[in-house]
C-alpha cells in the first residue's frame, strides 16, 4: 500500500538490508527524537512544536515494541502531517483509521515488500529475529503477502 513511498526513503537514506532503522529514518526525515518515561498507557506522541515534529517514544517498553512505535509515529508524521495537532496512541486521542493507516504503514516500513522477499523461505521466528520485530508484525506482514 505504501511501498512506493517507503521504496523512496529507503532508497534517499541508503537503507538496503534488514534491519530497518527507525531512528534513522526519523533524523533523515529532520524529526526529533525523545526517549521518555510515558504512562503505561502510551507508547508514543507526535506534536509539532516551534515548527519542529517531535516524537516522542516510551522507553520502559520493550526494544521492539519502541521500534514499531517510532515507525508508526514516522507513519502519522508523512501520512497525516501535524499542524498543531497531536497524535497520541492514549484512547483520548486516538482515531481508529489514522491509527489503522499508521500501523499498515509502520509493519511496511520495519518489514518492506521488496526486502520481505529476498526472505520468503525463513521461518517467522527468523524473520521477526532479521527485522528485528515481533512476530505478530512478521506474521502481519507475511500475511499481506499471501504467504503465510
Do not use: W
Request: hydrophobic share 45%; net charge positive; proline share 4%.
Amino acid at each position: 500500500m505504501y511501498e512506493n513511498l517507503i521504496r523512496d526513503i529507503l532508497s534517499f537514506l541508503y537503507i538496503k538490508k534488514p534491519p530497518i532503522k527507525p531512528d534513522i529514518i526519523a533524523y533523515g526525515l529532520g524529526l526529533e527524537l525523545r526517549l521518555l518515561n510515558l504512562s503505561s498507557q502510551i507508547s508514543g506522541i507526535l506534536y509539532k512544536r516551534n515548527n519542529k515534529h517531535v516524537i516522542i517514544i516510551n522507553k520502559n517498553e520493550a526494544i521492539t515494541r519502541q521500534r514499531f512505535t517510532l515507525a508508526h509515529e514516522i507513519g502519522h508524521f508523512l501520512l497525516h502531517t501535524p499542524k498543531e495537532v497531536i497524535y497520541s496512541d492514549y484512547p483520548k486521542f486516538q482515531n481508529l483509521q489514522i491509527e489503522r493507516e499508521a500501523n499498515i504503514f509502520a509493519a511496511s516500513l520495519l518489514i518492506p515488500d521488496f526486502i520481505l522477499e529476498e526472505y520468503l523461505n525463513y521461518s517467522v521466528e527468523k524473520i521477526s529475529q532479521i527485522f528485528f520485530v515481533s512476530k505478530k508484525v512478521a506474521e502481519i506482514r507475511l500475511k499481506n503477502l499471501n504467504t503465510f
